[in-house]
């Protein structure tokens, strides 16, 4: 019973989103209209909680910009600097078998991830990686979802993955090892996903080439 509140905004949220009902950012709205729903049926919504949820949306809120301003800051620096040209040309001159290249990129992918926001460093690597990867005969949209993959595993990775302190953040002191070891599973899932896709990108093709 106790997690029955938790499994009825997992369903709102999760099942708006899956059911085409809603994006999700109207989902988050979804949520919020459902939590406050919950809190009342437990007789907990009253003013004081309603501050305390609004103060902690807003503490967690502005940390996540300003990291994200950071970023944008350290992107238009690589950027400046010139590193998009010289990674392209350092890739060149390696002349590396398909699958190698493919490793280098990912590699790289989880570095910069430690350091820089998803958007940036798309918009960072993207123009040089996808060229050489295409041009290496690797499927777009196998490469996509990848991709994606290895940015959302790098952004929870120890010891400095973005989404590790915006966890930590909302956690009010508590130790942070606690939150490295909550990602552990999940980290040793998303390997085991990505060395599946790897190995067998049908996993990623099968429902793009069935339509």
């Known amino acids: ?38 809190a009342a049926f437990n007789r907990r919504l009253d003013w004081r909680m309603l501050t305390e949820a609004l103060d902690n949306s807003v503490r967690t ?15 238009f620096a690589l950027a400046s600097a010139g590193l998009s040209n010289q990674l392209t040309q350092l890739l060149t001159q390696l002349d590396l078998s398909p699958m190698a290249l493919l490793l280098c990129v990912l590699a790289l992918l989880v570095v910069l991830g430690f ?15 996808a060229p050489l990867l295409f041009a290496a ?51 040793v899932a998303m390997v085991v996903m990505a060395v599946l896709l790897i190995l067998f990108p049908g996993i990623a093709l099968w429902l793009p080439n069935s339509l």
């Open 1 to 38: 019973m106790l997690l029955l509140p938790l499994l009825i905004l997992f369903i709102a949220i999760v099942g708006s989103i899956y059911t085409g009902w809603a994006t999700p950012t109207e989902a988050a709205a979804i949520g919020v209209v459902v939590a406050l729903i919950l």
């Open 61 to 75: 809120t502005s940390m996540i910009l300003f990291i994200m301003l950071a970023a944008s800051f350290l992107n």
């Open 115 to 129: 350091f820089i926001e998803t958007l940036s460093m798309m918009v960072i690597t993207l123009p040089i990686i």
């Open 137 to 187: 005969g690797f499927d777009k949209v196998w490469f996509g979802v990848v991709m994606i993959l290895f940015v959302e595993m790098a952004l929870i990775t120890p010891p400095v993955g973005l989404n590790l302190y915006i966890v930590q953040a909302s956690r009010r002191g508590k130790p942070f090892s606690d939150v490295i070891i909550g990602t552990l599973p999940f980290i």
